[in-house]
């Protein structure tokens, strides 16, 4: 019996972390052909959430939403490993879901002008943007027992991410964006490196689920 629950955690945590690298790829894919769909949008000072604004804007809701099942998934591929370590990348997952729905004011929109929808866009913007970095951090402290301490050095590349994301955006002061302000190649940064660590993550728990439930801590 206690193999048997050993061996459907261990299936559970390859299922998601699996989930975790197809909805992973599909975040990059669909945002990749967003810069094709939409070149008004210069990337070096522009954000991504901007391009769910106007025509095409189904597509960065989808990755929006294809971002949160990625995330929500590596939670679950982690769990096994790191129990409620990991239960920051589940919150994280949300901030990235109601990004899906909730759409951001154009970056040159000053902060006394934001609309409601747009706060609320930040807001979750914000649990997404400066959550990941800590949640990794966390997570991979978490499972360090059993998958080893990859995952907290890796969380430094996301954190480095954040960092240079705050000091670019530091000149806007509430104005709003301008193309002097160039905050979308470190937000870009941000999305690939929080995307890699999630890729990291779960072929670190493909990798343990392939070699059995040995040193699975159950």
């Given at each position: 019996m206690l193999a048997g629950g050993m061996a459907a955690h261990s299936s559970v945590a390859a299922i998601a972390a699996t989930t975790a690298l197809i909805a992973g790829g599909f975040t990059v894919a669909l945002i990749a052909i967003l810069h094709v769909l939409k070149p008004e949008y210069d990337p070096s000072w522009r954000m991504i959430s901007e391009y769910s604004l106007g025509r095409h804007g189904w597509v960065m809701r989808l990755a929006f939403v294809t971002m949160a099942i990625g995330l929500s998934a590596t939670c679950v591929a982690l769990w096994p490993f790191g129990g409620?370590?990991?239960?920051?990348?589940?919150?994280?997952?949300?901030?990235?879901?109601?990004?899906?729905?909730?759409?951001?004011?154009?970056?040159?929109?000053?902060?006394?002008?934001?609309?409601?929808?747009?706060?609320?866009?930040?807001?979750?913007?914000?649990?997404?943007?400066?959550?990941?970095?800590?949640?990794?951090?966390?997570?991979?402290?978490?499972?360090?027992?059993?998958?080893?301490?990859?995952?907290?050095?890796?969380?430094?590349?996301?954190?480095?991410?954040?960092?240079?994301?705050?000091?670019?955006?530091?000149?806007?002061?509430?104005?709003?964006?301008?193309?002097e302000i160039r905050i979308g190649w470190p937000d870009r940064f941000c999305l690939l490196a929080y995307l890699a660590w999630v890729v990291l993550a779960a072929s670190s728990v493909l990798s343990v689920s392939s070699l059995g439930t040995a040193r699975l801590p159950w």
């Amino acid at each position: 019996m206690l193999a048997g629950g050993m061996a459907a955690h261990s299936s559970v945590a390859a299922i998601a972390a699996t989930t975790a690298l197809i909805a992973g790829g599909f975040t990059v894919a669909l945002i990749a052909i967003l810069h094709v769909l939409k070149p008004e949008y210069d990337p070096s000072w522009r954000m991504i959430s901007e391009y769910s604004l106007g025509r095409h804007g189904w597509v960065m809701r989808l990755a929006f939403v294809t971002m949160a099942i990625g995330l929500s998934a590596t939670c679950v591929a982690l769990w096994p490993f790191g129990g409620a370590w990991t239960i920051g990348l589940a919150a994280v997952a949300l901030g990235a879901l109601g990004a899906a729905f909730i759409d951001a004011d154009p970056i040159t929109t000053p902060r006394a002008d934001a609309t409601p929808v747009g706060r609320a866009h930040t807001v979750l913007g914000a649990a997404l943007l400066a959550g990941f970095p800590p949640a990794a951090l966390v997570a991979g402290v978490g499972v360090a027992p059993t998958l080893g301490w990859t995952l907290v050095i890796a969380s430094v590349v996301p954190l480095a991410g954040l960092v240079w994301f705050l000091i670019a955006s530091a000149p806007a002061h509430g104005q709003g964006g301008s193309p002097e302000i160039r905050i979308g190649w470190p937000d870009r940064f941000c999305l690939l490196a929080y995307l890699a660590w999630v890729v990291l993550a779960a072929s670190s728990v493909l990798s343990v689920s392939s070699l059995g439930t040995a040193r699975l801590p159950w």
